[in-house]
T-cell receptor, first 111, second 110 residues
């Protein structure tokens, strides 16, 4: 298996633009997590899904953030409109049990 | 919710010495405690984990200890090597949701 796949790996956008981050979990993993990592706040859980259903989105910072998982092999995290304080590395992770496997991350810079 | 505190935030050791990183957690129902290593610009990767029914676990130069009564767990790295230099995160969970500590930047000096 190729592991968790994320795209794009880098994204530079201007404030106010819509940003869509994509994730393909490892096949057979029924849990998918979205994290945000910054120097100030560390690794924060934004939302997670079980069998494509959102279980806990209490970490989503604002209504500007939304996440979907239309099927078992694809998830998106959307920010609309983006702001400079959204600049961070966004990780997707998946697991069939306890061990979470992280993707390579998307480095987002909002100017 | 769960709160995980990790210390120290930075740790420098001489090559060959041991390194110890400590974490405390708040939720007594937490039952799974993984440790992740993150090299600069890379993804976090699991290096060792322990469950609440075990007090200690070893894997070559890495060991983790858990004290459920005191609600703390520690990572021990022996015979440190330059490639051990990275940020280490502890985490705690019950169920599938991990709460991470703030990380420890470990530097192994040659």
């Amino acid at each position: 298996d190729a592991g968790v796949i994320q795209s794009p790996r880098h994204e530079v956008t201007e404030m106010g633009q819509e940003v869509t981050l994509r994730c393909k979990p490892i096949s057979g993993h029924d849990y998918l997590f979205w994290y945000r990592q910054t120097m100030m706040r560390g690794l924060e859980l934004l939302i997670y899904f079980n069998n494509n259903v959102p279980i806990d989105d209490s970490g989503m910072p604002e209504d500007r953030f939304s996440a979907k998982m239309p099927n078992a092999s694809f998830s998106t995290l959307k920010i609309q409109p983006s702001e400079p304080r959204d600049s961070a590395v966004y990780f997707c992770a998946s697991t069939p049990g306890d061990h979470q496997y992280f993707g390579p991350g998307t480095r987002l810079l909002v100017l | 919710g769960e709160n995980v505190e990790q210390h120290p935030s930075t740790l420098s050791v001489q090559e060959g010495d041991s390194a110890v990183i400590k974490c405390t957690y708040s939720d007594s129902a937490s039952n799974y405690f993984p440790w992740y290593k993150q090299e600069l610009g890379k993804r976090p990767q699991l290096i060792i984990d322990i469950r609440s029914n075990v007090g200690e676990k070893k894997d070559q130069r890495i060991a983790v200890t858990l004290n459920k009564t005191a609600k703390h767990f520690s990572l021990h790295i022996t015979e440190t090597q330059p490639e051990d230099s990275a940020v280490y995160f502890c985490a705690a969970s019950r169920g599938r949701q991990l709460t991470f500590g703030s990380g420890t930047q470990l530097t192994v000096l040659p």
